[in-house]
């Protein structure tokens, strides 16, 4: 299993302020990923790496950028929250294991823009 | 349509009876298929996987895989009020994504 670790865990803010959130593993995996998740909807996908400055977009648009300057480090950006931005953001690496890529999750950010 | 849809429930199952969770994708080209457990308020975490038609145990989980129908399911045999939890199931088309669906709330009844 992977150690992934998230902060803050809850975050409280107003409307555009700058805000980073931050998310770290320490087994060496080389992908990781951030979804956004809103109550009782699905996972979206929203900034993927496969490695050091290794970024791309997922498959919902967000405002947010994400940048990837060592293996263990993948922390997301907003420059100007808003209150749409207001979700719970999941960071998750992967590990390949019985020839699949296996994701696990940090606790996750619960992100309320005021 | 959404890649993988899931009966959003709630699902009430009586402790100790067999929980079925049910999920369906679009895409063909789906390979793999994932289970996660998320409590609220918490993140997800992997039951299991399965990629094979047929059935794949793993201690009182089952993983159903039908790729002629697109269908996968979840067996949970004697449920206990523990298991209470939304069930993710997710689709992987063998590239690094997953395509989750919104999950299906299930409450054991003590």
């Known amino acids: 299993e992977a150690d992934i670790y998230q902060t803050p865990r809850y975050l409280v803010i107003g409307t555009g302020k700058k805000i980073t959130l931050e998310c770290s593993q320490t087994?060496?995996?080389?992908?990781m990923y951030w979804y956004q998740q809103d109550p009782g909807m699905e996972l979206h996908l929203i900034h993927y790496?496969?490695?050091?400055?290794?970024?791309e977009k997922g498959d919902l648009s967000s405002e947010s950028t994400v940048s990837r300057i060592r293996t263990e480090h993948f922390p997301l950006t907003l420059e100007s929250a808003r209150p749409s931005h207001t979700s719970q953001y999941l960071c998750?690496?992967?590990?390949?294991?019985?020839?699949?890529?296996?994701?696990?999750f940090g606790a996750g950010t619960r992100l309320s823009v005021l | 349509q959404k890649e993988v849809e899931q009966n959003s429930g709630p699902l009430s199952v009586p402790e100790g009876a067999i929980a079925s969770l049910n999920c369906t994708y679009s895409?063909?080209?789906?390979?793999?298929f994932f289970w996660y457990r998320q409590y609220s308020g918490k993140s997800p975490e992997l039951i299991m996987f399965?990629?094979?038609?047929g059935d794949k145990e793993d201690g009182r989980f089952t993983a159903q895989l039908n790729k002629a129908s697109q269908y996968v399911s979840l067996l949970i045999r004697d449920s206990q009020p523990s298991d209470s939890a939304t069930y993710l199931c997710?689709?992987?088309?063998?590239?690094?994504?997953?395509?989750f669906g919104t999950g299906t709330r299930l409450t054991i009844i003590p």
């Open positions: 087994m060496g995996h080389d992908k």
């Open positions: 790496s496969y490695g050091v400055n290794s970024t």
């Open positions: 997710a689709g992987n088309r063998g590239n690094e994504k997953l395509t």
């Open positions: 998750a690496s992967s590990e390949f294991r019985a020839g699949k890529n296996i994701q696990y």
């Open positions: 399965i990629y094979s038609n």
């Open positions: 895409d063909r080209g789906s390979q793999s």
